[in-house]
Every structure is written in structure tokens, then in C-alpha cells.
């Protein structure tokens, strides 16, 4: 870090008046703080390191107060990374007086996936491991321990023999089309020849246990009759929400529009769960010629896509056998989320490039029952998805103890998002920073790997144009080096909207800002009786400006895709 970042950082803490989830604060003025390995461990296990700032007051303000001893606590902190944590860590310092008072950064680096985690070696690894949650320090559970460590090697969980099950529990159909799947596609491969046991033993679907054949986790899981019967939550769980919170319930106070659940074989699963989720979706309609063509509001290729990831990497470890793939429909958002983290060297900023299984031998039988491609070309094909229908990309979260993929439902260049960006139409942007800015207008902030992501360009081509956005005065920079972002400038002002003046116009809006509208809720807006709400509605549908959702009690009107 230079001396220019290190005062760059400085004021964007005293700005901000918080830590932040890269960045601890330290007073360090009567002495080297204690129980400094909590940040040390944490930073060394966050994807992308971390800042240790020494010489500024929380309590007032961030206020600048200076280390006590800078020579000390260099000492003191190189013994602790070097000699008492595992493995040993290389903190970088950076030194500087800012107002006459000596203020040291210390860099962590993110140590690799192999030797996570980094942990305080006189506490055990079990106790003194850490992570970052937020903007503070936690100690891991033994779960989130275990993940890592598991990711050192190759996990062979899904090869595990299920002790209760039988050879009988396999699907004799399922089996004998999987085999001649492989025989059209192998037909000179040896491991096929022998009996069907002889043959799926070799395949890992099944293994011996001592004179008993039984089938192996991924084995029952693609081809049990009812895998369920051994593993209850091995199964995906579809909840759609009457809003965009899970606090919001309906009119008729249930907490859920939708509750549902889907058992089977994989294949069956993700079939089924795809079948329903688009189901349940919004729809515009196309005419082409004289056909007509419904458009549902998440693209199916993408939510195939995240189903399939979210079956074939879930972790199947002990730890997690009780937890199921939970899929959440809201009101602008669907959800996807799966036990256990990225697995490997996968990050969330790599992981269009990166590719690692956690589950091998499953893969392989979800790539021969062609419901994965196993070449690590999932992601693209989400994003790729979304692109084409005019959507943001999907946003990936990885908890360690879960993975989470969110698709967002509206549409990125909308006639608002023009209205707003009309206002910059004098400043020289291009197309893709432009669309930056809409989606910096949505979540507030953007980094380097989310413009790549949102703009298909290459780092450097990212790391310019968003520099270009700082310049002409639309964005600030967040944070130094690796951990930069940007925000929109908060003196931005928003262009004045006309106030609806029609019925029909007040009705639209309210759908703009809460996503439908039903009778009882036009009746209050418009103040009018029931007969002329179903009226406007009825007109509006018929206009192709609003489109019916649901029927009899649960009509709703919604935007057209």
C-alpha cells in the first residue's frame, strides 16, 4: 500500500465513520491491542484479505490519535503472524504522520484455499479459527471449519455405501437406461462388460459392503426408487412470498402464496422443481405472426441452470444431510440457495473461470444423464441468460455454509432507468457505462469484477471506464487497490418525475413501485367503488399495459414483461 492510499483509506473511514468488511480500525495508542489474531485469522481466510488500521479512535469519531509506539507494534505483530498463527503470515505495513500523529496500515493477504484455515495456533484450530462477518470478527463454527478443510483434498462423500439401503432400492428402469446411455456413447469401453453389479460397482453406483451390495450416496440419489426414504431432507423446497420481504404476508395473513416440496431421483427433481418454478412465474406474452409466444420474467435456461448447480455442488457431507436446496420466489427476486459454500479455489470473483467438484463421482453421472456439462460452463449460461432478456446478472453469495444465487426481475434499461440516464446524455459515456450507472442506481455500489460481469470486458477495459465515470463526476472511489469500489455520488440529483394525473396513470405507477396491484388496493388509491377498479384494470389488461396474474380472489395485475 502506498503512503497516497494509506491517507486515501483513512478519509474514506472517517467519512464512512465505520469500519468496513476489509477494513478493522485499532486505537494502538497505549500499546499493541489484544487478541489482534481474531483479524489476523479472519483477514487470512476472506477472499481478498484484509487492512488492519492502526492510530484511530472508534469511539470518537475515527478521529485521528496515532500509535503509541510504531516500533512495538510492527515487532509485536510480526512475532504473532510469523510465529503463532497457522500457517504463518507475512503482514505488509505501511507507515505515515497524517496531522503529526504516526497512523500504520497492515495488509493481510488472503492465504491459499489448501492452508485454510488460518487459525491462532496456542487456542487449536478448532477454537481459533475466525472468519469476517460484516465488519466484525467470529469465531467459526466446526461446520464452517470442516468445509475448509474438506476443500483441501477431494471430498468423496457422495461415494459413501448407505448402510440401510439395498441394491433393491435402485431403479431397475432408471439403471438399465443409464447403461445403455453409456454403452451407445462408450461402446468400446471395457468397464462396461460384466454383470450389471460387476459394471455399476465400477461406476461407483453402488459398493460392496462386506458380502452385501449396496448403492452409494450418488447411486441412490440418481437412481433410487425414493431416496427420501433414507435421506428425508435431500430434496428442494420451493417457497414463493406475497412480497419482496418474508415478513410480508398475504391479504388472508399466510405467510406463504406457495409451499412446496420435490422428492425423487435427481432427474425427476430438477424436472419437476423447473416444471413448477416456471409455472409459477409471471409471463408476458409475444405475438410472431400470428402465433403467440409466452416470455416468463426469469429466463428458463437460467433457472435450469441454477437447480442443476445447486443439486450437483451442494455439499452432501454428514454435517449437512439434514439441510435442504431451498428456491424463494419474491416479488422482484428469485432465490436460490444450497448447503455448503464454493468448493476448492472457486471464489465468488472467479468462479466464471474457475472451475472445482466437489462431488466427482456424482458429477459424472448428472453429466452422462446430460443434466449438467460438467465444464464448469453453468454460470455462463446464467449469465448469458439473463443478458438476453435484458436483465441484471445474477448475484452470488457465498456464507460458507451456504451458496446463494439471487436473479433479479427487472429489466435493466426500463423506461425509468432511460428517463434517469437522460439527465447524463451531455457527458461522453458509452453504452456500458451507462448501464453501470442503472445498476449502481439499484444496488449503490459496484466493483471491478461486477462491471466484468455486467459488461463482459476484461479487468483493465473495467478498471478504465469505471475511473471514467470518477472523472466526469458521476461516481466516487471506495477503498485502495484490490478492495476498491464505487458509489454514486450521494449530491446526485434525481431528474423530477411528472405526478400521475389520470386513474389509469396513478394505477401504473403504483405497480411501478410495489410490483401489482389488486381490486381492494386500487379501490383505496383510487378512492373509488369496485366495479370501476375491475373497470380500469380490466382496461389496462386489454391495453397490454398491465397483465393478470392469478384468478378469482388472488387477481392481481402486474407490469408486462
Known amino acids: 500500500m502506498t503512503l497516497e492510499e494509506l491517507r486515501q483509506l483513512v478519509a474514506d473511514v472517517q467519512r464512512r465513520r465505520s469500519e468496513l468488511d476489509n477494513v478493522e480500525v485499532k486505537t494502538a495508542r497505549g500499546g499493541t491491542p489484544r487478541r489482534l489474531y481474531e483479524p489476523l485469522s479472519a483477514f487470512a481466510n476472506r477472499t481478498g484479505g484484509g487492512v488492519l488500521l492502526f492510530g484511530l479512535n472508534e469511539e470518537k469519531d475515527f478521529s485521528i490519535v496515532?500509535?503509541?509506539?510504531?516500533?512495538?507494534?510492527?515487532?509485536?505483530?510480526?512475532?504473532?503472524?510469523?510465529?503463532?498463527?497457522?500457517?504463518?503470515?507475512?503482514?505488509?505495513?505501511?507507515?505515515?504522520?497524517?496531522?503529526g500523529e504516526t497512523v500504520i496500515a497492515v495488509e493481510i493477504e488472503e492465504i491459499a484455499a489448501n492452508q485454510?484455515?488460518?487459525?491462532?495456533?496456542?487456542?487449536?484450530?478448532?477454537?481459533?479459527?475466525?472468519?469476517?462477518?460484516?465488519?466484525?470478527?467470529?469465531?467459526?463454527?466446526?461446520?464452517?471449519?470442516?468445509?475448509y478443510l474438506s476443500s483441501r483434498g477431494q471430498p468423496k462423500h457422495d461415494e459413501d455405501l448407505v448402510a440401510n439401503a439395498?441394491?433393491?432400492?435402485?431403479?431397475?428402469?432408471?439403471?438399465?437406461?443409464?447403461?445403455?446411455?453409456?454403452?451407445?456413447?462408450?461402446?468400446?469401453?471395457?468397464?462396461?462388460?460384466?454383470?450389471?453389479?460387476?459394471?455399476?460397482?465400477?461406476?461407483?453406483?453402488?459398493?460392496?459392503?462386506?458380502?452385501?451390495?449396496?448403492?452409494?450416496?450418488?447411486?441412490?440419489?440418481?437412481?433410487?426408487?425414493?431416496p427420501q426414504e433414507f435421506f428425508p431432507q435431500l430434496m428442494i423446497t420451493f417457497l414463493q412470498y406475497y412480497g419482496t420481504t418474508e415478513e410480508e404476508h398475504t391479504p388472508r395473513g399466510?405467510?406463504?402464496?406457495?409451499?412446496?416440496?420435490?422428492?425423487?431421483?435427481?432427474?425427476?427433481?430438477?424436472?419437476?422443481?423447473?416444471?413448477?418454478?416456471?409455472?409459477?412465474?409471471?409471463k408476458a406474452s409475444l405475438i410472431e405472426g400470428t402465433f403467440r409466444r409466452d416470455i416468463?420474467?426469469?429466463?428458463?435456461?437460467?433457472?435450469?441452470?441454477?437447480?442443476?448447480?445447486?443439486?450437483?455442488?451442494?455439499?452432501?457431507?454428514?454435517?449437512?444431510?439434514?439441510?435442504y436446496i431451498q428456491i424463494r420466489m419474491f416479488a422482484d427476486r428469485l432465490e436460490v440457495q444450497s448447503p455448503g459454500g464454493l468448493f476448492g479455489n472457486v471464489t465468488v470473483e472467479n468462479l466464471e473461470e474457475e472451475h472445482s467438484t466437489r462431488n466427482a463421482r456424482l458429477m459424472r453421472m448428472m453429466e452422462d444423464w446430460h443434466i449438467v456439462e460438467n465444464r464448469g460452463s453453468g454460470i455462463k449460461a446464467m449469465l448469458q441468460a439473463m443478458r438476453?432478456?435484458?436483465?441484471?446478472?445474477?448475484?452470488?453469495?457465498?456464507?460458507?455454509?451456504?451458496?446463494?444465487?439471487?436473479?433479479?426481475?427487472?429489466?435493466?434499461?426500463?423506461?425509468?432507468?432511460?428517463?434517469?440516464?437522460?439527465q447524463f446524455a451531455s457527458l461522453p459515456l458509452n453504452d456500458r457505462q451507462r448501464l453501470a450507472l442503472v445498476y449502481l442506481r439499484q444496488?449503490?455500489?459496484?466493483?471491478?469484477?461486477?462491471?466484468?460481469?455486467?459488461?463482459?470486458?476484461?479487468?483493465?477495459?473495467?478498471?478504465q471506464e469505471l475511473r471514467g465515470l470518477v472523472e466526469v463526476g458521476l461516481v466516487e472511489q471506495q477503498g485502495v487497490g484490490r478492495w476498491t469500489s464505487y458509489q454514486l455520488k450521494v449530491s446526485l440529483e434525481q431528474p423530477e418525475e411528472r405526478?400521475?394525473?389520470?386513474?389509469?396513470?396513478?394505477?401504473?405507477?403504483?405497480?411501478?413501485?410495489?410490483?401489482?396491484?389488486?381490486?381492494?388496493?386500487?379501490?383505496?388509491?383510487?378512492?373509488?367503488?369496485?366495479?370501476?377498479?375491475?373497470?380500469?384494470?380490466?382496461?389496462?389488461?386489454?391495453?397490454?399495459l398491465l397483465k393478470r396474474q392469478g384468478e378469482k380472489r388472488w387477481t392481481r395485475y402486474g407490469l408486462p414483461l
Open 66 to 99: 496515532g500509535v503509541g509506539n510504531a516500533q512495538r507494534l510492527q515487532e509485536e505483530l510480526i512475532h504473532l503472524a510469523s510465529a503463532e498463527m497457522e500457517p504463518a503470515l507475512r503482514p505488509q505495513f505501511a507507515v505515515d504522520e497524517i496531522n
Open 116 to 147: 485454510k484455515p488460518c487459525f491462532y495456533r496456542p487456542a487449536g484450530l478448532s477454537s481459533g479459527a475466525y472468519i469476517r462477518s460484516g465488519n466484525t470478527n467470529r469465531q467459526m463454527t466446526e461446520y464452517e471449519v470442516f468445509g
Open 166 to 226: 439395498a441394491f433393491t432400492d435402485l431403479d431397475p428402469v432408471l439403471l438399465g437406461k443409464y447403461l445403455s446411455q453409456l454403452q451407445s456413447a462408450r461402446p468400446k469401453a471395457g468397464y462396461l462388460d460384466g454383470s450389471q453389479e460387476e459394471v455399476l460397482t465400477r461406476l461407483h453406483v453402488c459398493g460392496r459392503d462386506g458380502d452385501v451390495v449396496r448403492p452409494t450416496l450418488a447411486g441412490l440419489l440418481m437412481f433410487g426408487k425414493y
Open 254 to 282: 399466510e405467510r406463504f402464496m406457495d409451499n412446496q416440496r420435490f422428492e425423487g431421483a435427481i432427474s425427476e427433481m430438477v424436472d419437476r422443481t423447473e416444471s413448477y418454478v416456471l409455472g409459477a412465474m409471471r
Open 296 to 323: 416468463p420474467e426469469y429466463p428458463q435456461d437460467a433457472v435450469r441452470e441454477a437447480i442443476a448447480n445447486a443439486v450437483a455442488h451442494r455439499d452432501y457431507s454428514p454435517y449437512v444431510r439434514g439441510s
Open 388 to 422: 438476453r432478456g435484458n436483465l441484471e446478472p445474477p448475484r452470488f453469495a457465498d456464507r460458507r455454509v451456504s451458496f446463494l444465487v439471487t436473479f433479479r426481475n427487472h429489466t435493466m434499461m426500463g423506461p425509468q432507468a432511460i428517463a434517469w440516464l437522460n
Open 443 to 463: 444496488h449503490g455500489q459496484i466493483t471491478n469484477s461486477e462491471y466484468r460481469r455486467l459488461n463482459r470486458v476484461d479487468t483493465v477495459v473495467a478498471g
Open 499 to 544: 405526478k400521475p394525473q389520470t386513474d389509469e396513470e396513478k394505477i401504473l405507477e403504483y405497480v411501478r413501485q410495489h410490483g401489482s396491484i389488486k381490486n381492494s388496493e386500487c379501490c383505496e388509491l383510487l378512492d373509488v367503488e369496485s366495479s370501476r377498479a375491475w373497470y380500469l384494470l380490466k382496461k389496462l389488461d386489454a391495453g397490454g
